[in-house]
Nanobody
């Protein structure tokens, strides 16, 4: 069965960096699209970063482009989100998911439990 476990969230000051990890099992990163989404209370879950097989093509939300980087280690079954130059607006619960379109952000697949990121001065 597909399983996704997020980790690496925490508290950061504006301008600092965090790296999130998503440990996956039950599927192959060589064949499945994986994306990071985030959600704040009262708002819709929004796509942040996406990586697509086979070459690792990526797509990012305009709000994070140039600051966040999604990457994968297919052998380890892990996906990462490096977040640089963090802003208070980046505060959210971050989720990784399979079953997603990298460009429309439509999603229909599996989710992890999420990891909290808080950016505050």
């Amino acid at each position: 069965q597909v399983k996704l476990v997020e980790s690496g969230g925490g508290v950061a000051r504006p301008g600092e960096s965090l790296t999130l990890s998503c440990a996956g099992s039950g599927f192959s990163l060589n064949y499945n699209i994986v994306a990071w989404f985030r959600q704040v209370p009262g708002k819709e879950r929004e796509g942040v970063a996406c990586i697509k097989p086979p070459r690792g093509e990526t797509n990012y939300a305009p709000s994070v482009k140039g600051r966040f980087t999604i990457s994968r280690d297919a052998a380890a079954g892990s996906v990462f989100l490096q977040m640089n130059s963090l802003k208070s607006d980046d505060t959210a619960v971050y989720y990784c998911t399979t079953g997603v379109d990298c460009y429309s952000w439509k999603h229909w697949g599996y989710w992890g439990q999420g990891t909290q990121v808080t950016v505050s001065s």
